[in-house]
Every structure is written in C-alpha cells, then in structure tokens.
C-alpha cells in the first residue's frame, strides 16, 4: 500500500543490480547509456545500478541551455560540467546516492506515458524510503510555485517525484529511445543543497534569493531522517524497496565487457565531448 492505495499486481521479474562506487560525470552517463543499449538489444536484464560521483559535477538536463552553467566557476572549484541524455533542470552530484533503472517499455512496470512510470517506479523508491524511517510522499500535480522558471531541479518537485515534509527528497528524470526506458535519479545523502547556486550564473542578488528558496524547498537524507546514513545502507534499502514494490528478484551483477567498451566509447564521442555539452 502506498498512499492508500494498493500497489499494482506486475509479474515477478529478475533484474541485474549493480552496485557502483563513484565516477565521474562523463563516465556515470556512458554507462547509463551503454546499459541502456544492452537491455534493448536483449543482451542484459533490465538493470538498477547505484552509484557515486567523484569529482563534483553539475549536470544540465538535455535541452538546458549551456548558459545557465558558470563554466569558469566550476573549472576552477574542479567540479565537472555534463548533459544528462535525460530532461530537467541543473544539479549539483555531490554527497548523494544515483539511482538508475533501465527497462523496455514493454516491461508493464513502464507501460504508458512518462508520468505513469513515473509513479510506478516512484512506489519503489518510496517503499525503500519508509523502510528507512522517513514520511516520504509523492508529489502531485500542482501549478507552478515559482513566478519565473528555474534551472535548479532541486527548487520545484515535479509529478511524482519524492517529498518528505513538504520538500523535494529525490529528483528523478527519464529518456525513452529505441523502446527503452531510461530512468535516473539522485538522493542527496548530506551536506548544503544550495551549493549548487553558486556554479550557475545568477546576478549576485537574485543567488541570494535563489538560495533561500532552494533551503525551503528541498532537503536532504540526513535533514529528514535527523542522523546520517552509509551509501551501502541506503542502497540496499531501495533496492528491497524497489524489490517489494515491482516485484523483482535483484540479482547481483557487474557491466559485460560490451558494456565497457560501449560506455568508453560513449564517454569519448558524447558525454565528455564539448560539442555535446553545448548541444541545447
């Protein structure tokens, strides 16, 4: 049961879990990708992986404009700059927990529009959540809270994503291609969301604004759950959630060879090409 409502009967289903340490920006979007591929063309199960960032990065969604990021800025913090192939708006990976799901969109759990995955995988990561002890909900459609659009992902929830206390807990974004449905999110663990503020370009008083807004709006693991908590321990809860929620058998695994060479190759030619940076 989640909201009250009963969660939806789907086929039990075995899918790869890989469990990751940190990459950086470049690498954690090829690999996204390469997986993506390997469940199209058949050749993997449909695969949650976990993983970390290391360098900071600030990622743009895929039609953000390359403008919104202060590049000078962020070479100089050493915080790497890459477009998602997803949508949305900027975040900062740093102090968090990545989440990613790659399925074809045959499997019933992504049957439908964007927003009805959404919300079916969504009943994952909150039964993960409550299984650590937090009062986590998915948000529902509402009007848009801010006057003027933001290119923070972190300031506005959107349908389905995950609050806890009124304020955003996981940003989530999704790409269909080829009849595969990527899906990846983040989970900030700890540390001061509004960070973010200060690699993208605002003039010096509205970033004043802009970080007052973002406290109010979104919040940390550590900030709803009041204690701090491992990767590893987050990750397994998830995974149990996700587990108990789609009906999935999670067995361990680790990137096929193909998988490698495919996401080596997608980090040199897109993700850390320039040209694709600036693509939008």
């Known amino acids: 049961m989640i909201q009250g409502r009963p969660l939806p009967a789907y086929p039990l289903a075995t899918w790869r879990l890989i469990v990751d340490r940190e990459a950086d920006g470049p690498t954690n979007m090829a690999i996204d990708e390469a997986i993506l591929t390997s469940v199209i063309d058949g050749s993997c199960p449909p695969t949650l992986r976990f993983y970390g960032w290391s360098p900071p990065c600030v990622t743009l969604g895929r039609s953000q404009s390359l403008a919104d990021a202060d590049l000078a800025i962020c070479q100089a913090a050493g915080v790497d700059v890459v477009r998602r192939p997803s949508g949305g708006q900027a975040i900062l990976h740093t102090d968090e927990l990545t989440y990613s799901v790659a399925l074809c969109q045959t499997d019933p759990r992504a049957e439908g529009g964007v927003l009805e995955s959404y919300r079916r995988l969504s009943d994952g990561l909150l039964a993960g959540l409550h299984r650590l002890g937090i009062e986590a909900i998915q948000a529902v459609r509402k009007k848009q809270l801010l006057a003027e659009p933001t290119p923070v992902c972190f300031e506005v929830p959107s349908d389905y994503e995950i609050t806890a206390g009124g ?114």
């Open 167 to 280: 304020r955003k807990l996981v940003g989530s974004a999704q790409w269909r291609s080829r009849g595969g449905v990527l899906q990846h999110g983040t989970l900030p663990l700890h540390g001061d969301l509004t960070r973010i503020v200060d690699y993208l370009i605002f003039a010096d008083d509205e970033r004043t604004i802009r970080k007052r807004s973002l406290r109010n709006r979104a919040l940390t693991l550590e900030e709803a759950l009041g204690r701090a908590l491992p990767f590893d321990e987050v990750a397994a809860a998830l995974a149990d959630g996700l587990a108990e929620a789609l009906n999935l058998h999670l067995e361990p695994g680790e990137l096929t060879a193909q998988e490698y060479a495919r996401a080596a190759e997608l980090r040199r030619t897109r993700y850390a090409d320039d040209a694709w940076t600036a693509r939008a």
